[in-house]
């Protein structure tokens, strides 16, 4: 390689995952050296350095002018090595699209053919493509039946479809879809130049834009449910079950926490000094409020905090935590963040490192975890669960996936437990946790631990443990562990408040402060969801004066999710073609439905999963938003969805699901 010298710019420009225009260049100015050596022809000289300015990149990035064009000899085609290494390159990172097809491009023309291309994906693929891509190979074959070329930017689209992780939502359908809902103010410019005749142009476009941006899905709130926003706005009435939002579908706030954060935002002589303000609150939730504003300082709800957060109520978590598991807890290590969703997002941010490092997810997982690793450059590794046994997971398959994983090239950095289960509806024992973090600490492997769900556990006998108090049980010493809790989720289920924490165990601290950098880069979270993070934590006890209301307020939540999650299920089991497990906690349940032959085949005709066109169905037929299971993963040649038990006429819609799977069933035989 005549550039040794200059490896380390090589380096540093694919560890940005930028310059790919140039590596390509340089990759083809080795081939014309190459085949020059090899007609025993002296190569141009290289304009090389050892000090790596501007200058420089742009030297290089005109190396391929150096040899006159009427000297090139023909482009050769890519050693296979190097063709997988472009392609793992852009499926960690969504960067280096260009020098793919450049790479394929041998005519140089600016279009590939689809055998082409066929010929290439078989090559870089460890196994069929149709078993990896369905979809996408489905639409490559059918381009190839039309002997249709790609362009850069048709190619650039087809990348996205062959390595995102499910085709429920196509990019083209969610910009119709998003445009006809009447979100968007695209249609400004019209107004803004009406008498000017003369085409957009954008210079920030789907070629141009982040490809991880576009390569990233999220299911929850998918093509379905835009779908539904549509209905809805048309006067149809929909029935949401898409999403765990309580207060949504009618479940009401639970006053105590809402009078001590107004008490908290109100200005003091309007809330706490006010000379009447104990004929309007009771006496603990004033108390409570005093407290608060205490630990907040003189600056209010209004301002910024530290950006862990507040320490005052970081000692509120921790004190939770230790009466929780048996185990101290120390508020140094409780970051409090907006929601557990920001939170996860930072420790990604952390752990992502190289184009191979890889996250191990459940399967089914929730999606923001396979959002966030798609948008931060990183793979995911899907361990899958059994759901013929209450969706737990066995150390045989935590073996299977990490060797596979490892036969690839790939890192694994971390593994994510979803406790109780989220969209499986499962309560992890002791046992199958267990499984988990000596997994986890044997491998090295840092364990995040999503305990969102922790006191939704509705069936008997089940109990929430923590993933911390199994390691500390288990004398796990060397366990990495960082554990996620939410405001959102729960009884409390104050979604819009985005309230949250993270607890780091046994985290390297170095780590931990570069984690607090990039917290102070966002400066805090939302105060207010600090204090409702404290409030779910710190509720008020038997003796004070709001506890009866607390009480029967939280017992009739509590009673009305568990008495869906069994009716809801029960319901389910009774549709013929219909199975689902059933919902131990969370807020979900994850029916399985068997579909014709010829339902499948009209989801590949239209580029879409079964789940997702039957998803379509149930929202046009019932008016029912559920989710497609696609979206979550699932085994292979698994169909189903995923529905909330929240709405209080969900159990009613047992009879709708029933009639629509039959008509369903009906329409596709």
């Known amino acids: 390689k005549p550039w040794n010298d200059d490896k380390e710019l090589l380096q540093r420009l694919v560890h940005t995952g930028r310059g790919s225009t140039v590596i390509s260049r340089l990759i083809s100015t080795w081939q014309q050296n190459t085949t020059l050596q090899a007609n025993n022809s002296t190569p141009p000289p290289l304009p090389l350095s050892n000090t790596h300015t501007p200058s420089t990149v742009r030297q290089f990035a005109s190396l391929a002018e150096t040899v006159p064009t009427a000297s090139r000899p023909p482009k050769q085609e890519l050693p296979l090595p190097i063709k997988k290494q472009l392609w793992e390159f852009y499926l960690s990172t969504s960067r280096g699209a260009n020098t793919l097809f450049e790479s394929i491009d041998l005519d140089e023309n600016g279009y590939i053919s689809p055998t082409d291309l066929q010929s290439f994906v078989r090559d870089v693929l460890p196994a069929h493509p149709q078993d990896i891509m369905p979809y996408a190979w489905n639409r490559l074959c059918d381009r190839a039946a039309r002997n249709k070329n790609y362009d850069i930017r048709d190619f650039k689209r087809w990348l996205v479809a062959a390595t995102k992780m499910s085709a429920d939502m196509k ?86 926490y809402r009078q001590v954060l107004a008490l908290c935002d109100l200005p003091a002589e309007a809330g706490v000094d006010h000379p009447r303000v104990h004929e309007l609150f009771p006496p603990d939730v004033v108390t409570r409020a005093r407290q608060y504003r205490e630990i907040i300082g003189p600056s209010g709800t209004g301002a910024y905090t530290h950006s862990q957060g507040l320490l005052g109520l970081r000692k509120h978590v921790a004190e939770y935590i230790a009466a929780r598991d048996g185990y101290p807890a120390y508020p140094g290590n409780i970051f409090l963040t907006n929601g557990a969703s920001s939170a996860i997002g930072m420790v990604l941010t952390g752990l992502l490192a190289s184009n191979n490092d890889a996250v191990m997810i459940p399967i089914p997982q929730y999606p923001i975890y396979s959002a966030l690793i798609a948008k931060l450059g990183g793979r995911q590794v899907g361990y899958e669960l059994d759901e013929g046994s ?280």
């Open 390 to 669: 209450q969706w737990a997971v066995s150390r045989e398959e935590l073996e299977a996936r990490l060797a596979e994983a490892e036969k690839q090239g790939l890192e694994v950095k971390a593994l994510a437990m979803i406790n109780p289960g989220n969209p499986s509806g499962n309560v992890m024992t002791h046992c199958d946790i267990q499984v988990l973090t000596e997994f986890c600490a044997e491998k090295g492997i840092v364990l995040l631990a999503d305990e969102v769900y922790q006191t939704n556990v509705y069936a008997e006998g089940a109990e929430f443990v923590s993933a911390k108090k199994v390691a500390l049980d288990c004398g796990l010493r060397q366990l990495q562990l960082v554990s996620f809790h939410s405001t959102s989720k729960g009884l409390i289920g104050e979604c819009g408040r985005r309230g949250g924490y993270m607890e780091l165990h046994h985290i390297d601290p170095y780590v931990q402060s570069q984690l607090y950098k990039l917290a102070s880069s966002e400066l805090c979270s939302g105060v207010v969801g600090q204090v409702m993070t404290s409030l779910m934590l710190k509720p008020p006890l038997p003796g004070d004066a709001s506890y009866e209301q607390f009480r029967r307020e939280t017992q009739t939540i509590y009673d009305g999710l568990k008495g869906r999650a069994q009716k809801l299920v029960e319901g389910l089991n009774q549709i013929p073609g219909m199975s689902c497990v059933p919902a131990e906690g969370a807020m979900y349940a994850f029916p399985r439905v068997e579909v014709p032959e010829k339902a499948v085949e009209t989801a590949k005709e239209l580029g879409t999963t079964v789940d997702n066109l039957y998803a379509l169905s149930l929202l046009e037929m019932t008016g029912i938003c559920v989710v497609p299971a696609s979206g979550f993963g699932q085994k292979k040649g698994r169909v189903g969805f995923r529905t909330t038990f929240l709405h209080p006429d969900t159990v009613k819609a047992v009879d709708l699901f029933r009639d629509h799977h039959e008509k369903f069933t009906r329409d596709y035989s």
């Open 171 to 256: 990019n083209s359908r969610m910009l119709r879809e998003y445009f006809h809902s009447g979100n968007s103010g695209a249609a400004a410019d019209e107004v803004y130049f009406s008498d000017v005749e003369e085409e957009d142009t954008y210079t920030w476009n789907e070629e141009s834009m982040s490809q991880s941006l576009r390569r990233m899905q999220y299911a929850v709130r998918g093509e379905v449910v835009m779908k539904a926003d549509q209905l809805e706005a048309a006067g149809r009435k929909v029935l949401y079950t898409n999403i765990g939002n309580p207060h949504q579908v009618g479940q009401s706030p639970i006053t105590y």
